[in-house]
């Protein structure tokens, strides 16, 4: 493929991942890219071009060795719950921006110890950096069967790292605080990481089942290769020891690695994306070593005998078959896993360098001078910073080669790394952790690493011909580089992680329990071990003595912050605390609150030595901390209970507001209620008054009709004394004053005594009546009451029959521990949507107050009060022809009344 | 022979208006709630209509607001006769274009002399 082609491609794709980072970045919170999968997706930047080709390699030469990588994180990832809640959770209180920045705050804000920890991190990672870009850079000549040029301003490759250097350098610092989240580029991160994947199942999936015939057939032609036995068999105890403490590295550097860091606590958004990361990222990982082994073993069977790196062999597999799409394709795949380390470790690198070095040191000017170190200045120097980083990296690789292969110089990495565990573990959950056990720890542990790696590295790279690693320094056998005291059946990295970390912990023990840590660091270590304690008012937990006044912090947060957010913060403090803004003396809560406010710009030693150039701190003895953090554990358990006596009062204050509301509504119908009954009222008086004064009036009126208007008269006056009996029987049944006295009876017999006094008016309309039963049913009921139920529903029934072939239906049956009766009628049925509203006394007011319901209004609210008496139920069922009302009993007496 | 339709689901109240407005030389319909009334005015254009508010299916508000649309019946008067006595349901009455509101129950003779002053208008 031709070098321009390819380039261009790459251009293009850099400009898509410009746009993402640029569109995400627009996005803000939005669900797109603040989610745990875009979470989870980001952590996966620990799959670096190693993962993507020098897993390939290891499987190729050495078998199972390239495992232990993923199983440590694998296993390590259900402990996130708890371990990475809880450092994201510090994290986010104290606006903690690096590993770098953790460490030093919970050592006193220990200047000393953020650089140490700057310079472990950069030892480690610049190499690591170096190899990605070697990666990036040697791929690139595999497809395009380029040499490399050796004029680094001749070679194609030098492009493609500058413009990494300035899409990194752009998007990383976006913020001058350094704690807040960049979407951007996570989101880009958590793209490529989709990319990577995918690519890599892809290449997997046309090894195995398009070069080969399924992983079968791999497996029978690769176990025909030479060594194929030994390659694949984990080798007895010492190699498991091996692995195990390979497993273990891999653990730490999950944790540890400045980019996982970054990813999985400085960019969280929240807590909760934990519990998807939990599952989803070892699934990831699992996915992505599905198909290393084919893929390696198939380069084995492909290319046996011919001298390639077996690195590269999922790019010549695709090669050797001449697919231009493909190897292109896991080309972009491996570029996407390089860049994504490289970006994101960069940024992080960057923000250690400036606020844990430059700004602390003094190196960007005096920081207590005002107008040195600047908003501007500080994201220069990040900007300069993460671009130096990636072409100082570029030139490593172009100046020493760098002949180790990718595993290797990245597992150098991890050892590096590692010496940090101790220090922040420990500053975890060990509250007695000092400043000096830390700083001496990850001394002693470096030195180590130096020792035993560092070195012998260094001369295989220089190829002199020192016999430092056979021999031992100056000839000692039990200083032998790579069989440290006598110890010769580990490899080279484990076994340096082995001896730096025996030395590093113990050291970190023996010091911390013999020098103890002044009064700061043990403030900080009940913050941090405690955190859940103080997560929402952890500047109760801060501890300071001395005077200060608001107007000088106030002066220092502007020159970071500006004037506007410097007010907005302080209003913020102000209502937090219920502080008085005029009160001139800042209280120690103040202190913390500034320092944290610095801290994500400038780094927390830096933050530190600004706030206390302008406040008179007084010293405080360690047992005066202790005293004090026990009141302020007692006053943190008052304020607890303060809040939840004022939630209770809330929740009492919400109660009390819904009460009044349903008094309202129940004012309301009440009102409603009264409008419906005086209007009922009012209809027979209306008629009665009508027939009254024509009688009155009239003395010409036909004999039959002035019968025919008193008998009006009577029957209306009968209608509203039946009205007022029911108004008084639902006033009876609402206050609590009506009782029912249930007693054995047979449901039939009800009924039938109910229809008897209806016979007339049944007989009248022509109607046919059924009742469908067994001939006894017994229940406990009130029988006065359901007769008057059965009655109130039967007169309405023949209300609605049609005016010929009427029918009512009356239906019993058992069922559930229920008597159910069912009163059928062939009427013009009842509209579904009024189903519940007609059994309510209101059912008028809720239609507007206009409609005229069926019926007298009253009667079905009345049964529905007698029926919930009985603990029953009432109510109308969709029906095919007419309207169908049922209403149910309990069977049993022991069904309280 | 004027005529006159009362609208109202009281058989009662009705028979007395029917009885009453007879005798006074009108020519009576009767419906028993709106879409009743709707479908009478459509054939036989009464020079008055007497009509309740609260009734099943089309109450009176909804019918008047029908009646008030068509050019036919612009000349009807159209007086409510309904026991909402609110200040609020006369004035949506009114509102509507009744010509006038009248509470029940209601005095026989009054009524008589409102239709009568309303149609020498």
């Known amino acids: 493929m031709n070098s321009i082609a390819l380039l261009i491609i790459l251009s293009g794709y850099l400009a898509v991942l410009f746009y993402i980072a640029h569109w995400a970045e627009k996005k803000g919170n939005s669900k797109w890219t603040n989610n745990p999968y875009v979470y989870t997706l980001s952590l996966a930047v620990y799959c670096t071009a190693w993962t993507y080709y020098g897993s390939i390699g290891v499987a190729a030469d050495s078998g199972l060795s390239y495992l232990p990588i993923y199983l440590g994180p694998i296993i390590i990832a259900p402990s996130w719950i708890l371990i990475l809640r ?8 104290n606006k903690i921006s690096s590993i770098a920045d953790f460490i030093s705050l919970r050592y006193g804000n220990s200047r000393f110890l953020g650089a140490i920890v700057t310079v472990i991190c950069l030892t480690g990672i610049i190499p690591y950096i170096s190899l990605q870009l070697k990666a990036i850079s040697e791929t690139f000549h595999v497809v395009t069967n380029t040499p490399t040029s050796k004029n680094i301003f001749d070679d194609t490759t030098t492009l493609v790292a500058v413009a990494l250097a300035l899409f990194a350098s752009y998007y990383g610092t976006r913020y001058v605080d350094a704690s807040e989240k960049r979407k951007g580029i996570v989101t880009a991160v958590a793209m490529e990481s989709v990319l990577k994947l995918v690519f890599f199942v892809i290449i997997g999936v046309y090894v195995t089942f398009f070069v080969f015939d399924g992983f079968d057939d791999i497996y029978q032609k690769a ?37 996982q860091f970054q990813v999985s606590v400085i960019e969280n958004n929240r807590e909760n994306h934990i519990n998807t990361a939990v599952w989803l990222f070892p699934l990831y990982l699992l996915l992505f070593n599905i198909f290393v082994y084919p893929i390696a073993w198939g380069g084995n069977i492909l290319f046996d005998g011919k001298n390639v790196n077996s690195d590269t062999y999922s790019l010549l597999i695709p090669q050797f078959f001449d697919e231009k799409t493909l190897t292109v394709m896991v080309f972009l795949g491996g570029f996407s896993a390089a860049i994504s380390m490289i970006i994101v470790s960069s940024i992080g690198l960057s923000t250690m360098i400036t606020n844990n070095i430059l700004i602390p040191y003094n190196l960007l000017g005096k920081l207590k001078s005002e107008d040195s170190v600047s908003s501007k200045s500080i994201l220069n120097s990040r900007k300069i910073g993460i671009f130096s980083l990636i072409i100082l990296s570029y030139f490593i690789y172009r100046f020493f080669g760098l002949d180790y292969n990718l595993v290797s110089i990245g597992l150098v990495a991890f050892v590096i790394i590692s010496q940090l565990a101790p220090a922040f573990f420990g500053a975890l959950f060990w509250r007695r952790g000092s400043r000096l056990g830390a700083v001496y720890s990850i001394l002693v542990g470096f030195a180590i690493c130096i020792y035993t790696l560092l070195i012998p590295y260094a001369i295989g790279i220089t190829n002199s011909s020192s016999n430092f690693i056979s021999e031992g320094y100056m000839g000692f056998q039990l200083l032998k580089p790579f069989q440290l005291f006598g110890l010769d059946y580990l490899q ?24 103890k840590g002044n009064y700061r660091e043990r403030n900080y270590a009940e913050m941090f071990v405690d955190i859940n304690k103080y997560i929402t008012n952890h500047e109760d937990a801060f501890i300071w003595k001395g005077t200060a006044y608001r107007n000088d912090i106030e002066k220092v947060l502007i020159r970071f912050l500006g004037e506007e957010r410097t007010k907005r913060a302080m209003n913020i403090f102000n209502v937090k605390y219920n502080v008085d803004k005029n009160i001139e003396l800042a209280d120690a809560r ?9 801290t994500g710009h400038i780094g927390t030693a830096s933050a530190r030595i600004l706030i206390s150039s302008v406040v008179k701190e007084e010293k405080i003895t360690l047992p005066e901390v202790l005293k004090i953090l026990e009141e302020s554990k007692e006053n943190i358990i008052i304020n607890k209970k303060l809040t939840e006596t004022s939630n209770e009062l809330k929740e009492i204050t919400a109660k009390l507001q819904n009460a009044n509301a349903s008094l309202i509504i129940k004012d309301k119908q009440k009102d409603e209620f009264l409008d419906t009954v005086t209007h009922e009222l009012r209809t027979p008086i209306t008629a009665i008054r009508a027939a009254s004064e024509i009688l009155h009036d009239d003395d010409e009126i036909p004999e039959d009709l002035k019968k025919q208007f008193l008998q009006n008269i009577i029957s209306e006056s009968d209608r509203l004394n039946r009205l007022i009996d029911k108004i008084l029987d639902l006033e009876k049944f609402e206050t609590g004053k009506q009782t029912i006295n249930p007693s054995k009876n047979n449901l039939v017999e009800t009924v039938e005594k109910s229809i008897e006094p209806l016979q007339q008016l049944i007989r009248n309309k022509k109607i046919t009546i059924h009742i469908e039963s067994k001939d006894k049913i017994n229940a406990y009921y009130d029988e006065d009451r359901i007769v008057q139920v059965v009655t109130n529903l ?5 209300k609605f029959c049609p005016d010929s072939e009427g029918l009512i239906t009356i239906q019993i049956i058992e069922k559930d521990n229920f008597i159910h009766t069912f009163v059928h009628d062939n009427g013009k049925g009842i509209n579904p949507n009024d189903f519940e509203a007609i059994f309510d006394k209101f059912y ?34 969709p029906s095919i022809k007419g309207a169908c009302i049922v209403f149910t009993l309990p069977k049993n007496k022991n069904i309280e009344l | 022979m004027k005529k006159i339709l009362i609208v109202d689901d009281e058989p009662n109240i009705v028979m007395s208006l029917e009885y009453t407005f007879k005798k006074n030389n009108f020519e009576v319909f009767i419906a028993r709630d709106g879409q009743e009334a709707l479908d009478i005015v459509k054939t036989n254009y009464p020079d008055m209509i007497i009509l309740d508010v609260m009734m099943p299916m089309v109450d009176g508000y909804a019918t008047i607001e029908q009646i008030r649309k068509d050019d036919n019946l612009k000349h009807t008067k159209v007086i409510f006769l309904s026991a909402k006595n609110k200040e609020s349901d006369i004035e949506k009455g009114m509102a509507l274009g009744a010509d006038a509101y009248l509470t029940k129950p209601f005095s026989i003779k009054k009524v008589v002399d409102q239709v009568m002053e309303l149609l020498s208008k």
């Open chain 1, 794 to 798: 039967l007169s309405n029934a023949i």
């Open chain 1, 492 to 515: 080279p990295v484990p076994h340096a992680l082995f001896w730096s970390l025996l030395f590093n912990s113990v050291t970190y023990f023996a010091v911390s329990v013999s020098f």
């Open chain 1, 86 to 93: 809880k450092i994201i959770r510090i994290s986010r209180v």
């Open chain 1, 844 to 877: 008028q007011s809720t239609n507007q107050n206009i409609k005229k319901p069926v019926g007298s209004g009253l009667g079905l609210a009345i049964c529905k009060q007698i029926i919930d008496h009985h603990k029953g139920k009432i109510l109308a069922q």
């Open chain 1, 223 to 259: 176990s025909l290769l030479e060594h194929f036995k030994e390659k694949n068999t984990i080798g007895g105890l010492p190699q498991a020891i091996n692995w195990f403490l390979l497993c273990v590295l891999s653990m730490f550097a999950i944790f540890l690695l400045p980019r």
């Open chain 1, 590 to 598: 103040l202190i913390k609150f500034a320092e944290n406010l610095l």
